[in-house]
């Protein structure tokens, strides 16, 4: 594993730069050093994925043992990401021994630069006792950035990518549960069959029923399950759901009080072996009302006039109503709910 270091960072290592290989590997980073207010930081980025992962409150022992330390938080890193962990230990093996060598590129150690200066639009807070900074390295990486070539990539996707490549089989595995969401509607039900991670928490799946409706998140919710409520802001919400729907085939989730969709939620089974880092949805029917139409009664009023080009109020209907999508479109939903990760 070539890490590729600035001039400063070979400095604080006290080491003379190994030869290096001229490659384009995904086994290779570059690496840079900085201050974030009077702590030392160094930042990771790949050749190939620009993925980023971040190292905080590094101290002259972390220098020393540092060609320990980087396999280590790579792989804590793609750990946090729900690559498999058999992926993540060929990976490290097959990258070899570190070695520290100059940096092959400007506009690498460009990128570098530019990864920093996103640390102060997206982190307000660098508290915590852990060197490995997980959820800002994972955050990072879900930012488009060039890709040195006059092309724009997520680093995500990209190390994503290269990592199924290299290892020639799915990256992820985990078990999950399909589910149907529905949402009635009058004379009609709009639904989504989903597949969700066991581990996804009640939070995170409100964001995902989000998506797949075309909501827009702006309202309060609610789960409930054998006659318990998981309230917003409430503890239960960060947990998964792997700890409720053990025996559970239907639950609701109610959303924005005021208008007040009950959707209604059906168990259909659960999956083992589920190879995406993502939830997928795999059916549907029919689009979700606007945000804010007024309930059933609201919505029904919409439905008359913005299907009557002749009606007074149809273009101002029609305006109102512009980011609705009169259409269920799975391929769009679907990609929403990759960039959910």
Not at 310 to 316: C, L, Q
Request: charged content about 30%; proline content about 3%.
């Amino acid at each position: 594993m070539q890490i590729q270091c600035t001039k400063k960072l070979l400095n604080e290592l006290k080491v003379e730069a190994d030869e290096r290989i001229e490659r384009d590997s995904i086994f290779d980073w570059h690496a840079n050093v900085f201050k974030i207010g009077r702590r030392k930081a160094i930042v990771l980025l790949n050749d190939v994925s620009r993925y980023s992962i971040l190292l905080y409150g590094v101290k002259a022992d972390d220098f020393r043992r540092l060609s320990e330390a980087i396999p280590a938080a790579i792989s804590e890193v793609l750990e946090a990401e729900g690559i498999d962990s058999s992926v993540i230990d060929e990976y490290i093996r097959s990258a070899g021994a570190v070695t520290f060598t100059n940096t092959k590129s400007r506009k690498l150690v460009s990128a570098m630069t530019q990864r920093v200066k996103e640390l102060e639009m997206i982190v307000d807070d660098f508290s915590g006792d852990e060197k490995v900074k997980v959820d800002i390295s994972k955050h990072w990486s879900r930012f488009l950035t060039g890709d040195g070539q006059g092309s724009y990539i997520f680093p995500k996707e990209e190390m994503i990518e290269e990592l199924e490549k290299f290892a020639s089989r799915p990256i992820f595995s985990s078990d999950a549960y399909e589910v149907k969401v529905s949402l009635p509607l009058g004379d009609h039900t709009a639904w989504r069959r989903l597949v969700v991670k066991s581990d996804t928490t009640f939070s995170e799946f409100h964001e995902i029923i989000q998506s797949a409706f075309n909501w827009e998140s702006s309202h309060l919710y609610e789960f409930l399950i054998d006659g318990k409520e998981i309230e917003y802001g409430s503890e239960s919400m960060a947990e998964p759901l792997s700890g409720w729907l053990e025996g559970v085939s239907e639950f609701q989730y109610i959303y924005d009080f005021g208008d007040f969709w009950e959707h209604h939620v059906e168990v259909a089974r659960k999956i083992e072996g589920y190879s995406k880092q993502h939830a997928t949805c795999i059916d549907g029917e029919h689009p979700a009302p606007p945000e804010d139409v007024g309930g059933m009664p609201g919505y029904s009023e919409f439905l008359r006039i913005i299907n009557d080009k002749n009606d007074p109020d149809h273009m101002n209907m029609k305006s109102w109503a512009r980011w609705w999508k009169p259409e269920f479109d799975i391929e769009w939903v679907n990609r929403k709910l990759e960039r959910m990760t």
